[in-house]
């Protein structure tokens, strides 16, 4: 069994991470750590034996519990990191550096410069690295694996695409609530913390079709004040085939709510949400009929999936291609070239990484 300590903090790591690495038979959960002490209590108590797992904390200052002295046990093997987008990248370096295997939370930092760092630093180290891995648990959704297989097995050429995703973010949801999401300081606020699980859905369709977005151009705005700075995008999009589509993302429609993707080719179309994929193809005969195929799938977040699959990478000594940070990296890209051509009055981006 590996060893593994979460670092995290909040509702998110105890109702989805902490379930998750107690679901996996091959990993042991040793300590958790939070910077503060309240917070890491609490999630020491949310786990299945509270008195096994050992609470790690910076505040307040306590000897023998700090990070660096969980990073320092030998029997944690790996960690899992679900802090507040800005501090991941330290945190995450400070675990590589310990030599600990990392899964980080989405995104993979804050900026794409932020990322390149961090990318360049650990690809750039010549000594055995740890395994680290950006935990996007879209890409483990059975629906959307499922969406990207019926792309692969239409074929055809990639004709058009389009990512639509409405909701609203209110005051009384409980990651409004979560005080650095309710003043974010970093950019897009909800759009790059939950926006990039919508990229990163459109980027395996659109990888399932042979193709990805290579320029942008958008509109940003303001609808609801309380989510500061901007919480929604309109754009059209290009493909590196020359195919061009739209995204649509906004987390300040009250009475509208949903997220589809669709991607058509020459042969078919393929359109998902998390629960349904509706696949239309030709009736093969000739006839021009067409004919429409329904799967529907139960809710799921995703999350054991890609701590299974992360688990399971452990023990191979080698990373699933979809937990890369570079994967991650391209989600980041996407996404940061939507706000930046919104802030620029609809300005032409190109994505290069």
Not at 45 to 58: E, G
Not at 128 to 145: F, H, I, M, Q, T
Not at 223 to 231: N, T
Not at 285 to 298: L, M, T
């Amino acid at each position: 069994m590996t060893g593994i300590a979460l670092l995290g903090a909040g509702i998110f790591a105890r109702e989805e991470h902490l379930p998750a690495i107690e679901a996996v038979p091959s990993l042991t959960l040793k300590a958790v750590y939070s910077r503060s002490q309240a917070s890491a209590e609490a999630l020491a108590a949310a786990s299945r034996d509270p008195a096994s797992v050992a609470v790690y904390f910076d505040s307040p200052a306590v000897e023998g519990k700090t990070l660096d002295d969980l990073l320092r046990r030998a029997d944690v093997e790996a960690v899992v990191v679900a802090l507040p987008i800005l501090h991941q990248p330290a945190v995450v370096e400070r675990a590589l550096r310990a030599g600990k295997h990392v899964l980080s939370e989405k995104p993979v930092a804050g900026t794409v410069a932020d990322a390149v760092r961090l990318i360049g630093w650990y690809e750039g180290n010549d000594e055995k690295k740890p395994l680290w891995g950006v935990a996007e648990n879209w890409r483990y959704l059975d629906s959307l694996r499922y969406a990207a297989q019926r792309v692969r097995e239409i074929g055809g050429d990639l004709l058009t695409f389009r990512l639509n995703r409405y909701g609203h973010m209110s005051p009384e949801n409980k990651y409004f609530n979560t005080e650095w999401r309710k003043v974010p300081q970093y950019q897009g606020g909800f759009l790059l913390d939950g926006g990039v699980h919508f990229v990163a859905g459109l980027r395996f369709l659109l990888g399932a079709a042979g193709d990805d977005i290579k320029q942008l151009v958008g509109f940003s705005a303001l609808l609801d004040k309380a989510l500061i700075p901007v919480d929604t995008v309109n754009a059209a999009a290009i493909t590196g085939g020359g195919r061009s589509g739209t995204i649509t993302v906004t987390f300040a429609t009250e009475f509208k709510s949903g997220i589809e993707v669709e991607v058509v080719t020459t042969k078919g179309a393929v359109s998902w949400n998390p629960t349904e994929v509706i696949t239309v193809t030709g009736k093969g005969d000739g006839s021009g009929e067409k004919v429409e195929e329904k799967k529907e799938f139960p809710y799921s977040s995703g999350v054991k999936e890609e701590v299974k699959a992360f688990a399971a990478a452990l023990a191979a000594g080698k990373l699933d291609a979809v937990q890369t940070p570079r994967e991650a990296l391209k989600d980041l890209e996407i996404l940061q070239a939507l706000l930046e051509s919104g802030e620029g009055g609809a300005t032409v981006k190109n994505i290069t990484l």
